[in-house]
T-cell receptor
Framework: EAQVTQNPRYLITVTGKKLTVTCSQN?????MSWYRQDPGLGLRQIYY???????DKGDVPEGYKVSRKEKRNFPLILESPSPNQTSLYFC???????????????FGPGTRLTVT | SQKIEQNSEALNIQEGKTATLTCNYT??????LQWYRQDPGRGPVFLLL?????KEKRKERLKVTFDTTLKQSLFHITASQPADSATYLC??????????FGSGTKLNVKP
């Protein structure tokens, strides 16, 4: 089954304790992305990757890191989490656009993070 | 950066009626626009994509229009059903492969 998986699904942590949220896709997609979703603000892009070893900042990258060492995995790292990073996080993947061919994003189930 | 506006108020309609949701965007016009459905506690699911040179796109009971002059997309669900109740998000790709989503409009279809 084609899917995007995220782990953990729920996480409660304390300020400053480094954490990693994993994301994996089995569709051989080049494009992967992380979003956070907050009430009234919608989905905001944190980081994205067009392919292995290629990553770029989205709209809200501060306080986050990512890496893309393998095509299927795109972990999100919070080196020193703070309460304002409490949010619902989604990983997504898609094919890269080619000329005038555009593709939809497939989303993971989400990770609800609480930082106290 | 690109800004997308969707009506933040919930849309309440009666079963069988047509629901119309609006998505307005600022700045430059995108090459295409997408609509997603999101159920509570779940990730968004893709519904439709419309290109800038397409005025209208249909899929079963769904219809999307794209007016690049008005910088607006409309999303219609005809013969709506309670199962259509969800939050609907519009999204577009901006410069440098970044994506922007609206905050979504919650649709409630009452039986």
């Amino acid at each position: 089954e084609a899917q995007v998986t995220q782990n953990p699904r729920y996480l409660i942590t304390v300020t400053g304790k480094k954490l990693t949220v994993t994301c994996s896709q089995n569709m051989n997609h080049e494009y992967m992305s992380w979003y956070r979703q907050d009430p009234g603000l919608g989905l905001r892009q944190i980081y994205y990757s067009m392919n292995v070893e290629v990553t770029d900042k989205g709209d809200v990258p501060e306080g986050y890191k990512v890496s893309r060492k393998e095509k299927r995995n795109f972990p999100l790292i919070l080196e020193s989490p703070s309460p304002n990073q409490t949010s619902l996080y989604f990983c997504a993947s898609s094919k890269n656009r080619r000329d005038y061919e555009f593709y939809e994003q497939y989303f993971g189930p989400g990770t609800r993070l609480t930082v106290t | 950066s690109q800004k997308i506006e969707q009506n933040s108020e919930a849309l309440n309609i009666q079963e069988g009626k047509t629901a119309t949701l609006t998505c307005n965007y600022t700045n430059y016009s995108p090459a295409y626009l997408q609509w997603y459905r999101q159920d509570p506690g779940r990730g968004p699911v893709f519904l439709l994509l419309i290109r800038e040179n397409e005025k209208e796109k249909r899929k079963e009971r769904l219809k999307v229009t794209f007016d690049t002059t008005l910088k607006q997309s409309l999303f219609h669900i005809t013969a709506s059903q309670p199962a259509d109740s969800a939050t609907y998000l519009c999204a577009l790709e901006g410069n440098f492969n970044k994506f922007y989503f609206g905050s979504g409009t919650k649709l409630n279809v009452k039986p």
